[in-house]
Every structure is written in structure tokens, then in C-alpha cells.
């Protein structure tokens, strides 16, 4: 075919594009999904998500904690007057104050406990919880914290009477270290939170787009004239699938612009571990091989959103059916986020959506596997390209764009 044929083919689609944006950046609703929720939920969630954390700690850490306790020895009392957030009750049933919620732990103390702690003999002691009560997991923290304070105490005092140094007891001084950089523990940390978001808006930034392009038309009617220009129905399914393209990757790249600067501007509570602040950062070869990789995923929805509500007869009907999409990719999105290490298969790299979320984990986590985001990238243009191509078949259908 000559270069013209092509240029002309190209025109035609571009119109169909323009066209079909024009209405898009009209609808209120697109405009909210792909600027406004990106950019002010995100700050929003890692803020309000990181001091409703904070304080809900900081709440069950100072409260008071009541502790149901069958004996009460003058030592041990003075031991727990060093933390101030416990209150010790003596109890005949304990245990029976603990599931009553009369107490928040039980401490169960061996009735011998005078004699054996001065006749240098272990004293039997055992702390009660309720695991599902974070104030009761709190308070046994802080009973095990002070016992075994005072049992290091008591053992100093046994040790110093028989002239024997507590070194002694201590062999080893155990330290441990990580040799996790700030950024790799940075990029675990996105590798549970990123893969998940950037699917999940590959879908939701361009549903609507794709409702009111498909589903939308055929409701109001508008398709039969779009349908008459010199346009052919591949061209007209290009044009709104790359309007649909279009409003799903801005939405991809507005929300992790957003998450990615809320993350480096409000470092919180909740993203610190052991070795120190989290350090967010990602090459420029990895960032250009995410994009590339999200960019063919929303894709991919693209094209089975706008074949799904071509086929649907109205605009709420669209919604039902990509209601149920959303909610079957999820299940995958969300499972293979939140695992930590993947057994990596040849069945995981072909399977759509899954691949991807095992891609995006090894980017963020600098684990780059050129066999993997070979097979990820040429299956999931493959997906993308039969979803294009079925999506032309369903547009040529009489049967199933007028159907009542």
C-alpha cells in the first residue's frame, strides 16, 4: 500500500481521537477519576492512613492496663511501679476477669513464690492474653518486659551472693545488621504497594471512558452518525481505543506521580523499619521499562472494556459488566501483591495481569530479569492486540450493535 493510503488511514483515526477526547474532558466524571481522585487521594491516604496508625499506637501504648493477678508479692509490686501504664488487681480468677474484659491480662504467679525466690529456685509465671485485643497484646508486652527485668535483677543479686560474675552467663553479645540499602528497602516497600496500584487505575481511569464511548453512544443514539462518515469500523474502534489509552495511562501516571511525591514529602511512622528511614527511588532504565509495561496492561483493559460495553446495550449495563471485570482482576492483583517471594513459572509469565504484577514487584525490588520482562511484554502485547482485534469483530457485528 502507498504512503499516502496510510497517512490517510491515520488521519481519519486522528479525528475519531480528537473527537472522541473532546467529549471525554466534557465529562466531569472522567476529569474527577483521572486528575482530582489521583492527586488528592493519595496525599490524603498516606497521611490520614499514617496518623490514624500513629494514634491508634500512641492510644494503646499510654492507656491504662489493667492486669488480674493471683498474688501480689512486695518485689514484684515494686517492679511493675516502673511502668506506669499497669494496674495490678489481686484475683481468685483471673482468667475469668481476663474473658470477662475485667482486666486486659491475667498473670498467673506460683503460690510459692516468696519461698523459691529466696531459696534461689525458679518461679513458675504465666502471662495471659487476648490476641485479638491489641490493648491486652500490649499489656502482656509490658508484663514480659518488666519480668524480665526483674528476673535479670534477681539473677544478678543470686550470681553476686555466690561470687560469681554475670559475664559468666552471657557467652555471647549477639548484635545483628542489614545490608539492605535504604533504597532496596524503599523499593520492598513499593513492591507490595505499586504493582497493585498501577493495575487497578489501568482499569479504573479509563472505565468510564470506555462506557461512554461504547455503551454511552448506543444509548443516546449518537453511533449510527459516527458510523455513516467514511471512517471504517477498524478505524472508529482505533480512534476510541486510544482515547480510552489515552485517559488510562494520564490516570496511571497522575497517581503514581502523586503517590511517589506523598511518599517522599510525608515520610510516615509506618514506613520506618529497623535499619531507618525507607529511601524511594527508581532508575531511569526501570522507570522506562514500568512505563512501557503499564502502558501495554492498560492497553490490554482498554480494549476488553470497550469490547465488553460495545457489547452491552446501555450505559448501565456497561457498568455491570466492568464492574464484574474489576472485581475478578482483583483477586489476582491483590494475592500476588501482598506475597513477598514468588516462585517465578513459565505458567505466571503467561498468564495476564499476573505477569505483569511479577514484573512490576522485580523492577521496584531491582531484581530485573530480561527473560521475564521479555515473556511478560510479548504475551501481554499479544493479549492486548487480540483484545483489539475482538473488539473489531464485536463493532462489525450488526447483530450486536444494534441489538435491543
Not at 525507607?278 to 532508575?283: I, K
Request: contains cysteine.
Amino acid at each position: 500500500m502507498p504512503l499516502w493510503y496510510w497517512l490517510k488511514i491515520m488521519k481519519r483515526i486522528s479525528v475519531i481521537l480528537k473527537k472522541e477526547l473532546l467529549d471525554t474532558f466534557r465529562d466531569r466524571r472522567t476529569l474527577l477519576i483521572m486528575i482530582v481522585v489521583p492527586i488528592i487521594l493519595m496525599p490524603i491516604a498516606i497521611i490520614g492512613f499514617g496518623k490514624f496508625v500513629e494514634g491508634q499506637q500512641k492510644s494503646v501504648s499510654q492507656e491504662k492496663k489493667r492486669v488480674a493477678i493471683t498474688y501480689e508479692n512486695a518485689d514484684l509490686k515494686k517492679a511493675f511501679k516502673s511502668d506506669k501504664t499497669i494496674a495490678l488487681k489481686i484475683s481468685k480468677k483471673p482468667l475469668d476477669d481476663l474473658r470477662k474484659k475485667k482486666a486486659e491480662a491475667a498473670l498467673i504467679i506460683d503460690k510459692n513464690f516468696k519461698n523459691k525466690l529466696q531459696n534461689n529456685r525458679a518461679i513458675n509465671v504465666k502471662v495471659w492474653t487476648d490476641q485479638t485485643n491489641p490493648s491486652s497484646v500490649s499489656a502482656g508486652q509490658n508484663i514480659v518486659f518488666v519480668l524480665s527485668n526483674f528476673s535479670q535483677s534477681v539473677r544478678i543479686k543470686r550470681l553476686a551472693k555466690l561470687k560469681i560474675d554475670p559475664q559468666v552467663l552471657n557467652p555471647l553479645n549477639i548484635n545483628t545488621g542489614n545490608i539492605a540499602s535504604k533504597n532496596k528497602m524503599g523499593g520492598q516497600f513499593l513492591s507490595f504497594l505499586m504493582p497493585m496500584m498501577i493495575v487497578t487505575w489501568a482499569i479504573i481511569g479509563g472505565l468510564y471512558t470506555a462506557i461512554d464511548l461504547s455503551a454511552g453512544e448506543k444509548e443516546r443514539k449518537s453511533l449510527e452518525a459516527l458510523l455513516m462518515t467514511p471512517a471504517s469500523r477498524v478505524e472508529i474502534v482505533l480512534g476510541k481505543f486510544l482515547a480510552v489509552l489515552f485517559v488510562s495511562v494520564t490516570t496511571i501516571i497522575f497517581a503514581v506521580t502523586s503517590l511517589y511525591w506523598s511518599l517522599k514529602k510525608f515520610p510516615i511512622e509506618v514506613m520506618e523499619m529497623s535499619s531507618g528511614s525507607l529511601n524511594f527511588s527508581l532508575s531511569i532504565e526501570a522507570s522506562i521499562a514500568l512505563l512501557a509495561l503499564a502502558v501495554l496492561i492498560a492497553a490490554m483493559f482498554s480494549a476488553v472494556m470497550l469490547a465488553l460495553c460495545i457489547f452491552a446495550r446501555s450505559f448501565k449495563e456497561g457498568q455491570n459488566y466492568l464492574t464484574a471485570l474489576y472485581t475478578i482482576a482483583l483477586v489476582p492483583i491483590a494475592v500476588i501483591s501482598i506475597t513477598p517471594k514468588l516462585d517465578v513459572n513459565w505458567l505466571m509469565l503467561m498468564a495476564p495481569v499476573i505477569n505483569v504484577i511479577v514484573v512490576f514487584k522485580e523492577l521496584f525490588l531491582n531484581d530485573f530479569n530480561v527473560f521475564h520482562y521479555s515473556v511478560t511484554f510479548l504475551s501481554t502485547l499479544l493479549y492486548a492486540l487480540l483484545a483489539i482485534f475482538a473488539t473489531t469483530r464485536i463493532f462489525s457485528s450488526e447483530k450486536v450493535m444494534f441489538r435491543q
